[in-house]
């Protein structure tokens, strides 16, 4: 079952995988219109993403229990490259797989660097214990053949993948726990509405947009700004 975050945090992603859909499409329209004679003077249609209002009922499930790292950041590297890694290449799964059992110590190092600190909560300064996780994960990830990067940006996953382990480290040392979620159609209807949680959000687009530059040397900046 996903955590609440994961849950609003995947439909947020599939509205903006909507927005890219949408774009590609419009560029497809933009070369038919170049090619014919009289829709070339025509303005191209683009769809954009006004505000987007969603009520998402779910239930509370329970606490969770800390994974072990292993399994843990398998997890989240599956998760969070989706299509772009193939794990049926059971050779280079195998690899990755025993790279994790490798990186493992570090883990455990930082953890117990922690411990040391003597303190309840993991603080900011104490989060670069955790840091060489996540680089040399995408490092690893990045020479496996069967992990191709076409939609997974590298410092989105390096990003991702520090979160996760900050995350479970955090229920290791402050006793948290991350709550699971009810979110199937067919199981809220067997509860009770008095146990539904609904949750209310608002989607607006933000669309940024690459900006070129000449710096005071003369070399072409390219830098993302709002549109």
Known sequence: MPKLNEYLGGIVSEIATARKMADLQTVQIAKEYAQDDLLKHFSIPRMKVGTVDLTIPFATAGGSTPMVFRDFLYDEIIKVAKTDYDPSDTKNDQSLKAFIVDLEVYYNDALKKVRDDNTTTITDSQIQYFEIIPKYTKEFCRSLP??????????????SISNRVIREARKVIEKTEDYDIIVEASKLMQLDVKCLIYAKMSVSEAGMEWSRYEDINGNVIETLIPE
């Open 146 to 159: 069967n992990f191709k990067w076409v939609q997974t940006d590298p410092e989105f996953f390096q990003q």
